[in-house]
């Protein structure tokens, strides 16, 4: 069964066994080396251990894919050393410490180990420096171990998928282990698993958000509005006295203007509104006059809307400019695609339509910290880049209601053109209000009468 030759015992390899608990379960392809094998042997020992209650049997603790191999280049021994007396955490420690270092470890693997290496009793810091790995990406990993195994495996082999620890790392940003899981096994590929993240990551700090508002809300005496409040949204029966985008914190400082009348908040698709209900007038209107009040309103329901579509165009190209999402195929094709739609507009393209995008509004309208924020991020863009957030800009301010309440059609295509170059990025609406009224199907607004 086995040969002792010096230091060295040469063991049958019918009698050497794969280690059940080896973190690595990939061998990659085998072939290069076993053909290596076949013609200079096993040039280095394998470290193996007595398989307990098998007298003779041996599983491979370090060299466990030259044990593979061997099989294949049809070698009958091979050259090991035997450690004697190793507890299961030493032979684990052992298995991890050599395999840890290895470049062809899947994503999955090497987040496997780390987290094994710390069941055994390790720490962060240990971890670091018996594998060599910094302490930030050992707890990168230990995070990629929390997600769903059989889910993170699929991905892994699933053809064209190509998921990236950069992809990973903004999944981590996700607080919901839930969440994380869902997104994973819902995307389609790197680049849809990156916006579903970064708007899962928005929605959840709009809920942070959200919190801090309701408790400003509550000190001010404001209850949440009642249910029909949010069905009533669109009609004449409810005034709409402010509205905050829960992207942002609440100001230091909000007063109402208080007429008698109860005051309340409701959340609307990442708005939060303060509402009351609307005093009944004497006067009694005519339908010409009842329809006009209404198109009216529709039109500042539809400013709202169209300004929370551009919360959600920024958050996304911001994710474009950090490289969280995928570069397209054809930069140059887009790059040229957007200087066209940017001369079409024949709006003003200067520092402060950039600025414009970064801060949300006129830039004389924002504070001067917003402004310097904005300035460092302009830095180092590319040219590209500069015409993703020029052509937002300038779609941020196309009025896409006309004179009688119609959808813009003129505007329209050119917002809609824009759209087209976001979603070769992997963009999609986060609801259908915003996707209707940028198509012009909301109804919202005014239906021309047909002749």
């Known amino acids: 069964m086995s040969d002792r030759r010096g230091n060295v015992v040469y063991i049958k390899t019918e009698h050497i066994h794969s280690h059940p608990e080896n973190p690595r379960k990939n061998l990659g392809d085998l072939q290069e080396l076993a053909e290596s094998m076949k013609k ?106 929390k997600l769903d195994s059989k889910t993170l495996q699929e991905k892994e082999r699933q053809d064209g998928y190509q998921l990236t620890l950069t992809d990973l790392y903004e999944l981590e940003k996700i607080k919901d282990i839930k969440i994380r899981d869902k997104i994973l096994k819902d995307s389609t590929d790197s680049r849809d698993l990156a916006r579903r993240a970064i708007n899962a990551q928005r929605e959840q700090k709009q809920q942070e958000n959200m919190k801090l508002y309701v408790a400003e809300m509550k000190k001010l005496g404001l209850k949440k509005a009642p249910k029909e409040a949010n069905s009533e949204f669109y009609t004449d029966k409810w005034e709409r006295m402010k509205d905050y985008s829960l992207d942002k914190e609440p100001p230091k400082t909000m007063k109402f203007e208080d007429n008698g009348e ?8 990442g708005t939060l509104y303060v509402i009351r209900k609307r005093k009944k007038g004497k006067k009694t209107l005519t339908p010409e006059e009842e329809a006009k009040k209404q198109n009216m309103r529709n039109k500042k329901q539809i400013k709202v809307i169209l300004k929370e579509a551009a919360n959600t165009r920024k958050v996304f190209i911001e994710g474009i400019l950090s490289g969280r999402i995928d570069k397209v195929t054809d930069e140059k094709q887009v790059e040229a695609d957007l200087f066209e739609q940017m001369m079409h507009w024949e709006a003003f393209a200067g520092h402060n339509k950039l600025i414009q995008f970064f801060v949300g509004c006129e830039v004389y309208n924002a504070p001067k910290e917003e402004i310097e924020a904005a300035k460092k991020k302009m830095q180092g863009l590319s040219v590209l880049q500069k015409l993703l957030c020029l052509v937002s800009a300038m779609v941020a301010d196309a009025d896409l209601v006309e004179w009688n309440y119609t959808y813009s059609t003129t505007r329209g295509e050119k917002v809609k053109a824009f759209y087209k170059v976001l979603e070769q990025y992997g963009f999609q609406f986060l609801n259908d209000e915003e996707k209707n009224v940028v198509e012009g199907t909301s109804e919202l607004y005014r239906k021309e009468k047909k002749e």
């Open 262 to 269: 109860s005051m309340f908040y409701l959340e609307r698709y």
């Open 40 to 145: 200079q042997g096993c040039l280095q020992n394998l470290t193996v251990v007595p398989v307990e209650g098998q007298p003779g049997e041996y599983y491979a603790l370090i060299g466990n894919r030259r044990h593979e191999a061997s099989k294949l280049a049809g070698l009958e021994e091979l050259p090991c050393r035997i450690a004697e007396g190793l507890s299961r955490k030493e032979q684990l420690s052992i298995m991890l410490e050599e395999n840890m270092q290895r470049n062809d470890l899947t994503i999955w693997e090497q987040a496997q180990g780390f987290q094994l290496m710390l069941d055994l009793g390790e720490t962060e810091d240990t971890i670091a420096e018996k594998t060599g790995f910094s302490k930030k990406t050992i707890k990168h990993r230990l995070n990629i171990a």
